[in-house]
Every structure is written in C-alpha cells, then in structure tokens.
C-alpha cells in the first residue's frame, strides 16, 4: 500500500469506501503493513502503545450502536493522563438516564447524568471531559491509582482543585464520593510523575509527615545546589523517588540509582543534609514503602526521639557503629518493597 494510513483507526467500512476489499486487506495484514486491532479495526504496525489504546477506544466506540460519552480510564487515554494498574481491556461508555444496557467483553457500560459543559470532543468522540473524568476515576478506583490521575491532570493544569471540588458536589450522593473527595484533597500538581504520586502515597501509609515537594537547595549565598522531589525541613532531610536531582549532584547522584554504595551523599558534607532515596521495583503491587535514610543514627544524641521523622527511620534506632554500618553497605542491597525499593541495611531487630 503506497498512501499513507489515515490518522488513528483505520476501519473496515472506511477502507471498503476507499476501494480496498477483504482479501487486500487479509493480505496487507500477512504483509505485516496492517495490524489488525479488533474485528473490521486496524492500524500501522509502527503505532506506540499509547496509540494502540486508543485506536482501540476509537473502533469500539465507532462500532457503537447507541452513542455514549468515553468515560473513566477510557476519557483518561484519550485526554493523555497516566493511569496505574488500571484495567484497559473494555472501554468505559456513559450514557445518560434512562438509557440502559448490558456491559461486553469489548465495553463496560455507564449510566449517570453528564452535563453538557462536563464532556468535550476528543479525536472527533464524545468524551468526558479531564475533571469529570479524574472525579470518575476518584470515585472508582483505588486511592493511589486515583491519586496518580489526579496529580497529572492538576499538573497539567487541565483542571484545578476548585474545579473537582465543584464536579463532586454536583455529584450530590453518588457512590463514591467520599473516597473521591479523599483523593481530592490529597492531590498535588506539584507531583511530577507517577513515581512521586505513589512515593507520596506510601509515605503517607506509612504514617510519615507530609513532605514538601520540589524543594529546592540552596547554599549559603543563594546559589542554587539542586532539587529535590521531597523535604522535610524539621528533619533536614531530603527524598528522591529514583536517586536523581534536577540539578547539581550535591542532594543525591545524578546519573546512578540509589544503593547501598551511593547512599551517603556528597551534602552530607557539603550541606548537613541527609538524602534517602528509593526507586520503582519489579513487582506489580505495593503496600508500604521500602526506603531509608542514610546514616541517621549519626545525628546528635537524642534526635531520633525527638524528631517524628528519624524515629521511622529503621537505621535512626539501630546503634550500630560507623564500622558495623560500612560492612553491612559491602554486603548487598537492602530488603526490597513490594513496589518501591531502596538500597541500605535492614532494621535492626
């Protein structure tokens, strides 16, 4: 096929009226210059992941008999927002009342009132627009899912926190709603990735106070050292969801993961601040965070029982001498989380 694919989905319907028939299309899929996404959908083998989704949502909605809005994790592709663990395999249609329906294997099917300004036209469909769409996923999934939605979109400044707020009352008493208003007001645009929505998440379950976000270093003079992704100015301390800065190399190494070898940083010298540093694990779940502090039981006696944050700090406790900390930083890696992991000894027993 010598013309370029049209942008997104190709169809079947669409491909007939170009004069393709059946067979050149079975043949242009054997070729491997089509692929074909569901049955009479197809798309250019080159597409991204990110453009597969949402040639899927296309198709299926095309194939739709009655219309309906994209909504939830389906709105959520459409507008670019980041989803985590969040199942893709339907895709989500709201209709308005009294319209009814049964969900698919290719649809999972909606019903609740939508106001004309809470949807908007996305690649020619009918979409929830990005606050009832965060709103919708606030109500139904599982807080830190949500709340990685609901940071981007704020990060975005696609919506604002007063625009979800307002959403949510519409709402009146829909279920859901006080689980969104949680997530709500836990959001943060000041969150600049998946990474560091999950990291704030499992600080919180962890019972660690709030850290401030992208804080910035500063010398004496003024001059700026680096950012870092979390602070906690009471403690001087600082946190790297991957071990890396923006900028400088004085918070943590830029261009290495964080492991027990590079847990102590050159500001501990340079800028009496202390770094911990965590990184994504491999495995698919998380319930708590797997991070550390480097050296806190170095501090002045008696600040780990002071200070709220050094007294979750498994090392703040241990009373291991500086000999006994360097043999345990030569024998391996720490004890990784389910989900996020961090270099460093284990907690003393």
Known sequence: MTDPLPPGVLLRASAVRQGFDDGELARLVRS??????????????????????????LATVAGLRLPGAVSHASAAALHGLPTWRVDSARVHVTRTPPSSGANSGRVH?????????????VDGVLTTDVTRTVVDLARTLPFESAVVTADAALALRSTTAAQLDDALQRMGGAPGTRRAARVI???DRRSESVGE???????ARAGLPPPDLQVEVRRRD????GRSDFGWSSSRTLGEFDGRTSTGDCCAPVS????????RSCGRTRCAIWVGRWSAGPGPRSTRPAWWLPDCS?????????DPLLRRCPRSRSGATARERRERRKSGPGPAGRGLRGGG???SR
């Open 298 to 306: 170095e501090r002045s006696p008696g600040a780990a029982a002071t």
């Open 32 to 57: 491997k210059q089509l692929d074909r996404l569901q049955r009479g959908a197809y798309i250019d083998p080159h597409a991204d992941r990110a453009a597969r989704a949402r040639a899927v949502i």
């Open 345 to 347: 000894p284990p907690a």
């Open 256 to 263: 290495r993961p964080a492991t027990r070898s590079t847990g």
């Open 197 to 203: 929505s999950r990291s704030r998440v499992m600080l």
């Open 185 to 187: 007001a836990f959001a």
């Open 109 to 121: 099917l909606h019903v609740a009132r939508l106001a004309a300004e809470e949807t908007s036209v």
């Open 222 to 225: 003024g001059s700026l050292v």
